[in-house]
């Protein structure tokens, strides 16, 4: 029987033989190749000199234009804050006129706040719903803020909802118990004295040294009279 033999290729042969049929395919296509590199550059390029030269300038006049609004906030002038005065830019305008910046997206929740303080309850829930929010804690108050306009509008299942999500949000000192204080007079309001009891001990214990903690007491005590008196009905 004849002996089958296997011939093996260099290896160093095969490598000369790949850079070959690579060195062939770039010449072949080497317009569309420089086309799709130059077109990456120009991309990249033109990304960088947007930021630089137009969102940066833009961003800037931004924050001039937004002092005086912030000033008329400070003050509870909430009408004047909303939509200027004069020359004075408010953040209705703010948001129309430097949209896509960090300023104007700051003017939703602005905007909202103000809404809320004027009994427009639907559009303060518009601004906040458009406001993007990269710092936690003003991601916590913006639900805070739809969830005290949703609960104006008569929707107190919703507006729970968004104070135990604003209070859950990065838990902290400040804006947990502050919402979850909310959550368990809602709850109280709507006679579900379990659910605010256990919202009220969260905040005595968890966090007994805020201004919620140190009065979480006596609403205790009271939500516990009410659930009694509810039980022997």
Do not use: W
């Not at 002996?3 to 490598?15: F, L, R, S």
């Not at 006129?97 to 518009?126: F, M, P, R, S, W």
């Amino acid at each position: 029987m004849a002996q089958k033999t296997e011939t093996t290729k260099d290896p160093i042969a095969n490598v000369e033989d790949a850079l070959t049929k690579s060195e062939i395919f770039i010449e072949k296509n080497r317009n569309i190749l420089l086309g799709v590199v130059g077109g990456i550059i120009v991309v990249v390029g033109g990304y960088f000199a947007y930021k630089q030269y137009v969102v940066k300038p833009r961003e800037v006049e931004a924050q001039s234009a937004i002092f005086r609004a912030e000033r008329y906030f400070e003050k509870d002038s909430f009408n004047l804050a909303l939509n200027g005065k004069d020359k004075a830019e408010g953040f209705l305008s703010i948001i129309e006129n430097y949209g896509g910046t960090q300023t104007g997206n700051l003017a939703h929740y602005y905007a909202g706040v103000c809404y809320l303080n004027l009994g427009k309850y639907q559009e303060a829930i518009d601004q906040m719903d458009q406001f993007d929010a990269d710092d936690i804690m003003l991601a916590s108050m913006a639900l805070g803020v739809k969830g005290d306009a949703t609960m104006e509008l008569g929707k107190v299942d919703e507006a729970i909802d968004l104070y135990v999500k604003a209070a859950g949000k990065n838990e902290n000192s400040f804006t947990t118990p502050m919402y979850l204080m909310k959550a368990a007079l809602a709850y109280e309001g709507k006679g579900d004295y379990t659910k605010a009891l256990e919202a009220y001990n969260k905040i005595r214990t968890e966090f007994f040294q805020s201004a919620e903690g140190r009065e979480a007491e006596k609403y205790i005590a009271r939500a516990e009279l009410m659930l009694k008196q509810k039980g022997g009905k």
